[in-house]
């Protein structure tokens, strides 16, 4: 998924009121400038390829505890909860 498509969806779950979702970015494109609007949307980590996948799941794991953090017990507002 290109990072423009990528940051249309990030915006469009900011707008429906699932922006706490984390949302990771990876892009093929080697444009430093990518990085600074996916971090202005939230995002939980921004990769180029090539990336470490030891840090690519490294990213995933503090999304989801970032997210189990945030997510109560039948927690009713948040989509992961």
Do not use: D
Request: proline content about 6%; charged content about 20%.
């Amino acid at each position: 998924m290109g990072v423009g498509l990528a940051s249309s969806v990030a915006q469009r779950l900011v707008r429906v009121g699932l922006g706490g979702i984390p949302v990771i970015f990876i892009t093929a494109r080697q444009l430093k400038a990518l990085a600074e609007p996916a971090k202005n949307l939230g995002a939980e980590a921004f990769f180029e390829e090539p990336y470490a996948p030891e840090e690519l799941l490294a990213a995933v794991a503090r999304g989801l505890k970032a997210n189990s953090a945030e997510c109560g017990e039948n927690h009713p507002t948040h989509a992961l909860c």
